[in-house]
């Protein structure tokens, strides 16, 4: 699945084509995704995009009177292709814009969705997601205080969505590794200091992801059509059963909140 340095990756890659251009229209092919397209959207003919934002791992495409969300799902993809393309078979909704360019959405699964509202702040989807992890608000003293009461497992605290929005589980693996943290350990046994080099260590492994274009394991490209390859640089995540890369121990490979989870048993504690 597309995680937060995937979706911030295509984000960056449409906004050029898309940011303060008009909206010729939109063609949907299949309208049945993870939720209905939403029938409103046949009715934004010219209408300018003001603004191309990311809200965890959700596109959002600012217009005057609304927002289109736009959440890529477990095998999603957005491209800028020519007005000349033709579509493929899983090429589901394109968005033609006036500089002749059309954004793609491309989904095999179609687990994705394509959506309107006039209402972000409140929308069901948008209104209870937690602090964004690159943001200055977004600390160790903010985890060690949202930590009280918790007794959910350290990874899956991280990856709560009310915690903190898009640390995925690829980056939650190797976050935690970063910081010797045992991914079972109780959220709430873990010290104040020791969550600080988490949550810096959250910001960096997205910000480096995001540099190399995100992490490309099965279907993902960004909006030039291309992978990421912040894969050559993990650590742990699906590297169960080889050497860790500091200590050279073997790794270990669990399953917490049904996700598959590696660690060092040496390095973690």
């Not at 969705?113 to 602090?131: E, I, Q, R, Y």
């Not at 060690?144 to 929005?165: A, H, L, S």
């Amino acid at each position: 699945m597309p995680e937060l340095p995937e979706v911030e990756t295509t984000k960056r890659g449409i906004q050029p084509y898309v940011e303060n251009v008009n909206l010729r229209s939109i063609v949907v092919r299949q309208p049945r995704l993870r939720w209905p397209v939403s029938e409103e959207l046949s009715a934004l003919s010219m209408s300018k995009v003001i603004s191309v934002e990311r809200r965890a791992k959700y596109l959002l495409l600012g217009l005057s009177d609304g927002h289109i969300i736009i959440h890529l799902g477990m095998s999603g993809s957005l491209r800028v292709v020519d007005m000349n393309e033709p579509a493929g078979k899983h090429d589901h909704v394109d968005f033609l814009m006036d500089n002749e360019k059309i954004i793609r959405y491309n989904d095999p699964r179609r687990f994705g969705s394509v959506l309107w509202t006039k209402d972000l702040t409140n929308h069901p989807l948008l209104a209870k997601l937690g602090p964004e992890p690159l943001e200055e608000s977004f600390d160790g003293d903010y985890l060690f205080k949202q930590r009280e009461g918790k007794t959910k497992n350290i990874k899956q605290f991280i990856m709560d969505n009310k915690i903190v929005v898009g640390v995925g589980n690829i980056y939650a693996n190797e976050a935690l590794f970063l910081s010797g943290i045992h991914p079972k350990r109780s959220a709430n046994k873990i010290s104040k200091n020791r969550f600080k080099l988490l949550a810096n260590n959250i910001k960096w492994v997205l910000s480096e992801a995001i540099k190399q274009g995100g992490t490309t394991l099965k279907d993902f490209v960004g909006g030039d059509g291309k992978p990421g390859y912040f894969q050559q640089q993990l650590n742990v995540y699906s590297r169960g059963g080889q050497a860790c890369t500091r200590c050279k121990t073997t790794l270990k490979e669990i399953r917490l909140g049904q996700r598959s989870t590696v660690y060092c048993p040496k390095c973690q504690h």
